[in-house]
Structures are given as structure tokens and as C-alpha cells.
């Protein structure tokens, strides 16, 4: 089982990004999905993640407002837009597969990970 991470790179401060989450080897349509990131020299840090329905959506505080993490119920990728990015937002982020239907920011519930994408902004 793989997720691939896709989506990323520089953008200047107040652009946009859409991030995608592809998994292969197994759909996860029934299990919560997230997304997680890692700027330098931090910790990993929760961004936000959606239920196995699209119908819970919890976010990160530092995000709330900007980001919109959203489910194609048909294909299974899970996508992240990106809107007002500020350079804050620099880091490598991750896509997750949970092994519950509802999951927010504790990542022990998070069982498969996927390689990153890296998403710079500039000021």
C-alpha cells in the first residue's frame, strides 16, 4: 500500500496550492484521512483532516480559513487547497491513511504515510 503525495513547490506569499493524496494497492473510502507537515528543524505538525464520509473536517488553528481538505468519494484522493499561503506554511507535508472513520490531529491513529511534497513560500 502506497500514498502518493503530490502538489507541491514554490509559490510566493498569498498564492495557492493544491496538494493530492493518491493511494494505491487499496482504496482507504471507509478510513479518515489526513494531512501532516514538517517544516525545518520542527515537528511533525497536524494540518487537517476529513472523515470517511467528507462530513468532519477538523483543522489545524494556523490554517483554519486558508486550507480546504476535501475526499473524491468515487477515486479516493484526498486533496488539500491551499489559499493564502504565508511563509510560515514552508514545510514538507505529508497524506495519511487512519485506521478509524474519524480521526483529527492524534497521528498514532494514522497506519499508512505517504513519501511528501515539499511546499515552499517565499515572502
Known amino acids: 500500500v502506497q500514498l502518493q503525495a503530490s502538489g507541491g513547490g514554490l509559490v510566493q506569499a498569498g498564492g495557492s496550492l493544491r496538494l493530492s493524496c493518491v493511494a494505491s494497492g487499496r482504496t482507504f473510502t471507509n478510513n479518515a484521512m489526513g494531512w501532516f507537515r514538517r517544516a525545518p528543524g520542527k515537528e511533525r505538525e497536524f494540518v487537517a483532516a476529513?472523515?470517511?464520509?467528507?462530513?468532519?473536517?477538523p483543522y489545524a488553528d494556523s490554517v483554519k480559513g486558508r486550507f480546504t481538505i476535501s475526499r473524491g468519494r468515487t477515486t479516493g484522493t484526498v486533496y488539500l487547497q491551499m489559499n493564502g499561503l504565508k511563509p510560515e506554511d514552508t514545510a514538507v507535508y505529508y497524506c495519511?491513511?487512519?485506521?478509524?472513520?474519524?480521526?483529527?490531529?492524534?497521528?498514532?491513529?494514522?497506519?499508512?504515510w505517504g513519501q511528501g511534497t515539499e511546499v515552499t513560500v517565499s515572502s
Open positions: 476529513i472523515s470517511w464520509n467528507g462530513g468532519s473536517t
Open positions: 495519511a491513511a487512519s485506521n478509524r472513520a474519524y480521526s483529527g490531529r492524534d497521528y498514532t491513529q494514522y497506519m499508512s
